[in-house]
Structures are given as C-alpha cells and as structure tokens.
C-alpha cells in the first residue's frame, strides 16, 4: 500500500507558448487543469487525412443536398410551374457563392492553421466584440446542426416506417449517442467510421444525376402518387423578393463548408495542405451535386408534394421504384443521421480556441487520449439532447433557425479576410479582397432575408441567444482577468517570505490511516493537530486513552457536537483558528483509503468528502487528501 498526498491544487508544466502559458497558468490556479493548446501534440494516426476529413467534416454539408433544392423548389413553388423554371438560376447562383465560399476558406486555412475559421479571422483583423460575434454563431449553427441532422436523419426513417412515430423522440437520443460514442473514440477513429455511408449516399446521388441526364421522362413517378402537389396555379410572375427568398432557403446547402477551415488541427501534417485539399473537394462534390439536381429538376418538370421529398421523387424518375430508389433513401437516411459528426469535429476546436482565449473555462481546451477535446464533445451532446426533447423530434421545428447562425459567419469571415488582404496586400490582392467582399455582400443579403423571413416562425430566439452568449463570452474573460490579477500574472513576484503554519487532522480512531496522515502532516506544517468529533464520551474516552499509551508527539483535540454532525463542527473550529490569526496557512489533512475495485467504493462511509465539502464552503483553509491505495 502506498499513501500519496493529493492536495487540491497542483503544478502543471508550463506550455510551449505565451498564449498557452497565461491560459494554463489561470486554469491551475483556479484548479481546473491545463490548456495544451499546442496544434501538434499528439499521436498523428489520430488526425486525419484528407480523405478521412472529408468523411469527417463534410456530413453536414453533403446530407444537405437531401433538403437544399427541395428547399428552393418549396419557395419557387408559390409561383406555380412558372415559379420553378427558376430553379436552375437560383441553384448556379448558390453554386457561385460556394465557389466563393470554398476560395474564400482556403485562403482562411493558410492564414489560420490554428483552426477557429470566422472566429480566428474576426480576432485578427474586426476585433474582440466581432470575433466573439463570429463564435457565437458558429457555436449556434453547430449545435443546430446537431439537432436537425438527427430530426431529419429519423424523420426518414420514420416516414419509411411509420410504426416508429411515436418513439421518434428516443430514436433521435439513440443517434445522437451513437455519434458522440464514435466521436469519443478520436476524430480520426470517427471518419472510418463515417467514409463507408459517405461514400454510398455520394456515388448514389451522382448516379441519379448520370442516369437521370440520360432519360428524356422519368421512368417511375410511383413515389409521388396519391400525394397532393403544393404547386400554387395561375401564377405566371416571379419579382425580386421571391428570388431573394428562394435563394436564401436553398443556401441551407452551404452549411457545413467552414467546418474543414474550423477544424485545421484535426489533420495530419501538413496539416493545411490537407484541410485545403478537403476543401475543395468538398466544394467540387457539393457543386457538382446541387446543380446536377437543379437540371434534372427542370428535365423531369417535378412537383413538390406532401409527404415526398424531392430527392425522393427524382431517384424515382432517374433509378425507377426499385432496388436503387430504396438505397438512396436507405443511404439519406444514414447519412443524416450521421451529419451531426461534422460538428463533432468542429466545434470542440472552437471551444478549445476560446477557452485558450480565456473567453470560455479552460476545461474545454484540454485533449484527452487519441485527440480528443472531450469536454466540447460532452458539451455539444448535452445541449443537442435537450433541443431534441424540446422540439420532440420535429425537424421543422428547428430547420427555420438553422442557417442563420452560418450565414452571420460567412458574413463576418469573408469582411475579415477584406481586411485581412487590404493590410497584407500580397499579389494580387486587390482581386482577393473583390472577390470576399462579393462574397461578404451574398451571404450578409442571405442572412438578413432568412432572419426576416424567419423572424416569426423562431428567427427571434437565434436574435436573442446570440447577444446572450457574446455577453457569456465576455463575463467568462472578466473573471479569468480577475482571477488573473490576484495571481499577478506576468509579473516578477516579490521575494520569499517563511509563514507559519498548521496542520489539521482529522482521526476517528488510531490505525495505520492516522499514522500516514500524522506522518504526512508534521512533514508539511510547522504544527500539527489532531483533532476528533465526539459524539459519544465513552467513545472518546478510550481514544483518549488510547492516544495517550501511543504517545504520537502531537495533541489531540476533542470537539463536541450534540447533533452528531462531522463537517461542520470540523469547519467551525478551523474557521475559529483562522480568525484568530495566530498561523498564516492553515492546512487540514484528510487521511482517507482508496479502494483497489471500483465496485468497493460503496463500501466507504464518505467521510473524507463530508469534511471536505464542508471546509470548503465555511473556510478558507488549504485542503489535502490523503488517500491510501489498498
């Protein structure tokens, strides 16, 4: 048996840089541990490829070919069979924005390989308040994402299997513990797990493009029948507002494209020819999607109706209803499901970024084994679990607030890196920064249009919760500055000075558990006492009996308590130590066993945590367990 001390509070190796260091000194000091923000620590098997990241951090975006045209066709449906004709324009126009998007974040990569995306942008070049905007929504949009992934994901199912309604709400829970089980186990170990699924819903929908391309009418129309259509009649006008509209609904399909630039560390070295890579062949594959969809939208002249999604009915008219349509669905399903995983691989490195910002607790910047930020993890899933019960499963419930959060990113990433190429001005970057701010005036039109049109159906809560968590951001830095100020961080601190002090120990009965402590405490203070609750005299007569035959070199001291409490009397008699200021450190030693088999733990009384808890709240003493491994 062995009996190491473990005080409440201890030192921790000093990080590799000034950022790190004054996170990591503030986070020991208030007892919550290190902020290794070091990008290359690590093992490299658990970062990923470029090809992993692409099964990683591309869910998102890719699931959301399964509701981006259907969203446009959904709009453009108000103008009748009119209306639709503009669907292929309104699509290549997205299209352009995710080329600007894509050119835009791979310049984000390069500059930022620290990862963070609008966030890192903001805080270089728009300032602190921005930066924090930025995060905010970023943190939003994939806590959102979470959410409707796996409503949408289960909504699909549902609808193939209709006896599984009424339990849609644990079905969502399930997945979601599903994805955040993977994600614990590293974001490398999540993207094999993930490439499979990606891989079939990819190749599926590009074969509905190939083949659709081919047929002059659709083969089957099967899925679709006996669905009402949601095409208005007698419309033959299409104005400006519907466009804007249409346009800002179906940029629901960029969400996703900042994860890769949010998430750099995550990749192997080099780590940002990876990201840039995925990048863009993420952008490539996304583009080649949407608009492979669009033509054949128009090719085939389809309806939206009740009940059927588009991408349903357009792998009916392209697949016919067979073996193919039922894997489309089977592999859109999946993959919804899944598309939670993007945010899994984003948002605990923004989390990291902050919290080695001081902006939020440092615990979000700690890595455990095989890379990953656990606490981001445990975070996200917690607050996607409640939206989940919330809303009871209803993707429509929360798809209205989901790309709000993107579009505020976009916007304030694409002005940073105007800025950014105005006090760079590398070659050609006159060019570069054109081609932000265009980017900068599409997504910031987007954003307000959705916001507006949104307002009502639950726009307004995204509109209040980001403010809110700004103000967040900023009452968490105003206490690590606190904080750091008692500490005098940074400065030269004065010289040594010896203090007396005391020691505590608190003993029930003379054991082996008495001596360690009694051991451990004369090698600790300058003075020791022991000290006991009595509750019973003839108990702590034949203590005092006993203490006296032993004979330790240190005197025991008896605290009546009529109430047969332990903490507070324990509290009470340090506190009276302390205000008597006869000792500048007052240390209260609690000896305690530490069980071999975790299943033994219910055999301990608690005791040294009832003592523990107590003196915390009602003193200011240093508190130490002893604890003795059995």
Not at 136 to 162: E, H, K, R
Not at 543 to 552: A, G, S
Not at 601 to 625: M, P, S
Request: charged share 15%; hydrophobic share 55%.
């Amino acid at each position: 048996m062995s009996s190491p001390v473990t005080p409440a509070v201890s030192a921790e190796p000093e990080p590799p840089d000034a950022a790190a260091a004054n996170a990591a000194a503030t986070a020991t000091a208030a007892g919550v541990g290190r902020a290794d923000g070091a990008p290359g620590a690590g093992d490299e098997r658990h970062r990923l490829t470029a090809l992993g990241g692409l099964a990683a951090l591309s869910l998102d975006a890719m699931a959301s070919v399964a509701y981006g045209p259907e969203s446009i066709v959904l709009v453009l449906a108000a103008a009748g069979a009119y209306g639709l004709g503009f669907t292929l324009p309104v699509t290549v126009a997205i299209a352009v924005l995710l080329a600007v998007l894509v050119a835009s974040y791979r310049q984000v990569i390069a500059a930022f390989p620290d990862g963070g995306g609008s966030y890192a942008v903001a805080k270089a070049h728009l300032g602190r308040r921005t930066a924090l905007t930025a995060a905010a929504s970023l943190v939003i949009d994939y806590v959102l994402n979470v959410a409707v992934s796996v409503t949408a994901g289960v909504a699909a199912l549902t609808s193939a299997v209709p006896g599984l309604y009424e339990d849609r709400v644990w079905l969502c829970l399930g997945v979601l513990a599903l994805v955040t089980a993977v994600n614990l186990r590293g974001i490398a170990e999540s993207a094999r797990w993930f490439m499979a699924p990606t891989a079939v819903f990819v190749l599926s929908i590009l074969a509905i493009i190939v083949v659709g391309l081919f047929r002059d009418a659709p083969v089957s129309t099967a899925a679709a029948e006996g669905h009402a259509s949601v095409l208005a009649g007698n419309a033959t006008a299409v104005g400006a507002l519907l466009l804007l509209k249409a346009f800002a609904a179906g940029c629901s399909a960029l969400t996703g494209v900042e994860a890769v630039a949010n998430a750099v560390p995550s990749f192997r070295t080099p780590g940002v020819k990876r990201a840039q890579h995925t990048e863009v062949a993420l952008g490539a594959l996304l583009g080649v999607m949407l608009i492979g969809l669009a033509v054949l939208i128009g090719r085939f002249h389809l309806q939206p109706v009740e009940g059927v999604t588009v991408l349903a009915q357009l792998a009916d008219a392209s697949l016919g209803h067979g073996a193919g349509f039922y894997l489309v669905q089977f592999a859109t399903v999946v993959l919804l499901g899944l598309a939670a995983n993007t945010s899994f691989g984003g948002l605990p490195v923004l989390l990291h970024l902050l919290a080695r910002d001081n902006h939020l607790p440092h615990v979000f910047a700690l890595r455990a084994d095989r890379q990953v930020h656990r606490h981001g993890v445990l975070f996200l899933a917690a607050v996607s679990a409640v939206l989940l019960v919330g809303s009871g499963g209803d993707v429509n419930s929360l798809v209205p607030l989901f790309a709000i959060g993107v579009f505020v990113g976009f916007t304030v990433c694409q002005v940073g890196m105007v800025r950014h190429w105005c006090l760079e001005r590398p070659a050609r970057w006159r060019a570069k920064a054109a081609l932000n701010g265009f980017g900068a005036l599409l997504t910031g039109v987007a954003a307000v249009v959705v916001t507006g049109t949104k307002f009502t159906e639950g726009a307004w809560g995204i509109c209040l919760a980001l403010p809110l968590l700004v103000l967040l951001f900023e009452a968490v830095h105003r206490s690590y500055a606190r904080i750091g100020e008692r500490l005098e961080l940074g400065r030269v601190p004065g010289p040594l000075t010896p203090q007396r002090s005391l020691v505590v120990v608190p003993v029930t009965a003379i054991t082996r558990l008495t001596r360690d402590g009694l051991s451990a405490a004369l090698s600790l203070g300058d003075e020791v006492l022991a000290v006991t609750v009595v509750h019973d005299p003839a108990e702590a007569e034949a203590l005092r009996r006993d203490w006296e035959l032993w004979q330790p070199g240190v005197p025991l001291v008896e605290i009546p308590d009529a109430h047969r409490r332990l903490g507070p009397p324990i509290a009470a008699f340090v506190a009276r130590l302390g205000t008597e200021h006869a000792y500048d450190r007052l240390t209260v030693l609690i000896p305690e066993v530490e069980p071999a088999h975790p299943w033994q733990r219910a055999l301990q009384n608690r005791r040294g945590a009832v003592i523990d808890r107590a003196l915390r709240r009602h003193t200011d003493a240093v508190v130490c367990r002893l604890r003795m491994r059995m």
